[in-house]
């Protein structure tokens, strides 16, 4: 392209190398910008299908979430959104259904899976809710095994709070207070948790 | 509600821009063009591009950028809010503290933006006008309206498509805490014993034993107060302290030299006509069907005298007005679409329309009321326009009085410029650095070096937006140490008050053990000092039966065996001790309580959240170019 147009030919001249420059480049370039507009229509076109997908995949859930019986938009979600992030939390509102009807073992059946959750706060969530179940079913060797966990993590304070109840509910005194000690070392530094706890601890005096 | 107005301007994906450039160009050569340009757009992304070499980056996540731009359209209207709140208590050291908030708000808000992208979460529509709609402020007389929801975004500069983008992403960031919120639960018996514990009550009576009643009672020997003195001499001294001439300027000062003329008023008028007008409005019902044909069955049934308002009923599909009649209340031009908008302003007073098409379908309109606009007239509105005109005027004289202000005080002394300006000088008390008297920014410059120590004259100082002064060293006198007679009655009632409380400690130390005892020498020593027990009464956690310092010792108490007290000794602030019988510990009968319920479910998902965002930002590589902001 650099000698596109060369300034001492005349006219015609410069008409005629245009010519034979497009002779030989057109199909390129047509074919490049019709590549190029497809390429735009294609991505275009995806987005806005996963937009939809997310949408009806967003209506399942909230039909879910505001009617207990309505388990086939459950069904609905896990069968054919399988990848969005509505499937883990439509298995958190099952569980808590089953739990409002006591029936704990179900509940258990839906967290479960999630205890080894990709998604690391869905795996806390479904851990810590565990145990609480545990804890109704006053299984707590079972809590305590579920509120095992190997790091320090960021939601330790959570952890004991609820090992904190399970040791209580022993009447375990002393690991009691001390898990209720641990978590108000733990909780972030403006957590509402904190006072409560405190209440939890001041009784045991 | 008229909410499909709404929503038909909410952009869905992100290739606005590229359509935009689309509809500007025309002809083939034109597609060419935006063909040849879209190609590395498509493939290389269009923010890249357009945020490149121009812009200013101020902090980036994982990659993801924020420009100065962005981040100041955040700032500078919480800034404006700031200042709006404290006005002149405003001080430029805050801008540094919410330049920090504000970047870091930012920040969560991409790492909430990108996570819920990677979940997929979404809003719809459906959400996003649930919650305009139960905003009060786009709402009148406890209903939602569409005039007021519009008209208060523009005077906020934004238009409703961009205003409802925001909240579409901010709705959508916060599912990342409410998704975990919809399913948490709290079992049956854990509730029960929360609640036991949140409503337990405790009976109780108790002895206060204040130390200002014994302050006649000890003695401070004059050894340790003089020792007191020089252990802690250079606590003890008198800070230096300045006082300082000033020039002020303000606009209210000049608006009262100003004098307006009638035919300068009447031009001002004449200029700002607008601001004493009132739109034309109109009031109309309609009727949105989907094709034409129906909209001709609609128009003959009105014709034939059917009821306008139980048609729209039954054939409308503008479900926010369907059920209201088709009624759209008063809206005034630029809120409807522009063929709807075209007609209605077209119409009589009375008058029903045929069929008009708009993007949403066929409207048959029947227009009811007429408010035509309307301009005040210059008697009417002279005192408002007078006040008005007095203030442009002084300020404009203030922002020139200013300027002519600094270079004086550059270049010679106050008194000249005072003389010159024909402003008086002023003069303060004396005052320390610490002081409260004077706005922190006088304070501030009074102590700067240029005044303190070069004795010259300030710049020019913006105490507000309408105040401004120029400040110059008149007197000072140095930070000199305080003289032990000088401050030898302070530090005796200091220590006088140190004693008499260990003296009331002890008293309540000694009647606690005798309780426990229970000997006699209780009896005796609140003789002796003629205290007395406390009615016995029921306490629950948030009771004032009593303050709340003892309330909180109260239910800090280990819990009495069957028929049995304790009793405690406890200091209670600085100046009192008491004495603490818990007699029982009862737990009410157990009721649901929702409220309950709700706030352990609260604490409990701010602080799983608390620890999202915490693992978000720690996962990510955030850089802050704080220089920058």
């Known amino acids: 392209m650099k000698n596109f147009i060369e300034v001492n030919r005349t006219e015609d001249e410069q008409v005629e190398q245009i010519k034979k420059w497009w002779k030989e480049n057109g199909m390129q370039i047509v074919a490049g910008v019709g590549l190029g507009l497809a390429a735009i229509w294609v991505w275009d076109a995806y987005k806005d299908y996963q937009y939809s997908q997310s949408i009806q995949a967003r209506t399942h859930y909230l039909s879910l979430v505001s009617n207990p019986n309505n388990t086939s938009a459950f069904d609905e979600l896990k069968n054919n959104y399988t990848n969005s992030g509505y499937v883990d939390q439509s298995s958190l509102v099952m569980a808590k259904y089953a739990v409002d009807r006591k029936e704990y073992h179900k509940a258990l059946d839906y967290l479960q899976p999630l205890f080894n959750s990709e998604n690391e706060f869905i795996a806390h969530s479904a851990k810590l809710r565990g145990a609480a179940i545990y804890l109704e079913m006053n299984n707590y060797d079972q809590a305590l095994l579920t509120l095992e966990t190997t790091a320090n993590n960021t939601f330790s304070g959570l952890y004991s709070h609820t090992k904190g109840d399970v040791y209580l509910a022993q009447n375990n005194i002393e690991s009691a207070k001390k898990h209720y000690r641990l978590a108000l070392s733990q909780l972030s530094n403006d957590s509402e948790l904190k006072s409560l706890i405190q209440i939890k601890l001041n009784d045991l005096n | ?629």
């Open chain 2, 1 to 629: 509600m008229k909410w499909f107005w709404l929503i038909r301007s909410i952009a869905i994906n992100n290739t606005i821009m590229l359509s935009s450039i689309r509809n500007k160009t025309k002809g083939w050569l034109a597609y060419l063009i935006v063909g040849l340009i879209t190609v590395p757009f498509a493939l290389f992304g269009i923010n890249e591009y357009f945020t490149g070499a121009s812009n200013v980056i101020v902090a980036s996540i994982d990659g993801d950028e924020i420009s100065k731009e962005a981040f100041l359209s955040e700032f500078n209207p919480q800034k404006r809010r700031l200042q709006q709140r404290l006005s002149e208590r405003y001080d430029t050291e805050f801008d540094s503290i919410l330049k920090q908030s504000v970047i870091n708000d930012m920040i969560n808000k991409r790492l909430l933006g990108q996570f819920s992208n990677d979940l997929d979460y979404a809003t719809t529509n459906s959400e996003l006008q649930a919650l305009i709609q139960s905003n009060n402020l786009f709402q009148t007389d406890g209903r939602f309206s569409i005039e007021g929801y519009q008209k208060l975004l523009r005077l906020n500069g934004y238009s409703t498509a961009e205003y409802e983008a925001i909240k579409l992403k901010e709705l959508t960031q916060s599912q990342i805490k409410y998704n975990l919120l919809d399913s948490a639960f709290v079992t049956s018996s854990a509730l029960k014993k929360l609640q036991a514990l949140n409503e337990q009550q405790r009976e109780f009576n108790y002895i206060q034993i204040d130390a200002d009643s014994y302050l006649d009672k000890v003695k401070v020997d004059a050894k340790s107060v003089e020792g007191f003195y020089n252990n802690q001499k250079e606590s003890f001294f008198d800070p230096q302290k300045i006082k300082i001439d000033f020039i002020e300027l303000s606009l209210e000062k000049i608006a009262k030299n100003i004098e307006v003329n009638d035919d300068d008023l009447f031009n001002f008028y004449e200029d700002e006509k607008e601001r004493f007008s009132t739109e034309g409005e109109r009031k109309a019902q309609h009727i949105l069907v989907e094709t034409k044909e129906q909209a001709q069955t609609v128009i003959e049934l009105i014709n034939k005298g059917g009821d306008f308002s139980k048609l729209a009923k039954e054939y409308s599909i503008d479900t926010g007005s369907k059920d209201d009649a088709g009624d759209l209340g008063f809206f005034t031009k630029g809120v409807m679409v522009p063929e709807f908008e075209e007609k209605v302003f077209s119409m009589q007073e009375g008058s029903l329309s045929g069929a008009v098409k708009s993007e949403f379908g066929y409207h048959i309109i029947k227009l009811n009321q007429i408010k035509l606009g309307s301009i005040k007239s210059f008697d009417s509105v002279r005192s408002e326009l007078t006040k008005l005109y007095t203030q442009t005027l002084s300020q404009k004289s203030l922002y020139n009085l200013t300027d002519q202000l600094a270079n004086l005080a550059y270049e010679v002394s106050l008194d000249e410029v005072s003389d010159q300006m024909n402003l008086a000088i002023n003069t303060t008390q004396f005052f320390a650095k610490n002081t409260t008297d004077y706005e922190q920014k006088f304070v501030d410059v009074a102590f700067s070096d240029v005044v303190l120590n070069k004795g010259e004259n300030s710049e020019v100082i913006e105490l507000s937006k309408d105040k401004f002064v120029v400040v110059r060293l008149k007197e000072k006198l140095a930070k000199r140490q305080k003289s032990f007679d000088e401050v030898k009655g302070e530090i005796n009632k200091h220590l006088t008050t140190l004693l008499a409380k260990t003296f009331v400690d002890k008293i309540a130390k000694d009647i606690a053990t005798s309780l426990i005892n229970n000997d006699d020498s209780a009896n005796k020593l609140m003789d002796k000092n003629k205290l007395k027990w406390s009615d016995s009464v029921w306490a629950k956690r948030d009771s004032k039966t009593a303050s709340v310092a003892i309330i909180n010792k109260l239910f800090a108490l280990p819990k009495p065996s069957e028929g049995q007290s304790v009793y405690s000794a406890q200091g209670l602030g600085k100046r009192s001790a008491v004495v603490i019988q818990l007699s029982t510990v009862k737990a009410p009968d157990y009721k649901p309580n929702k409220g309950l319920e709700r706030s352990l479910l609260s604490f409990e998902s701010n602080e799983m959240f608390a620890g999202i965002l915490k693992t978000l930002r720690s996962n990510a590589e955030i850089k802050v170019f704080a220089d920058r902001l």
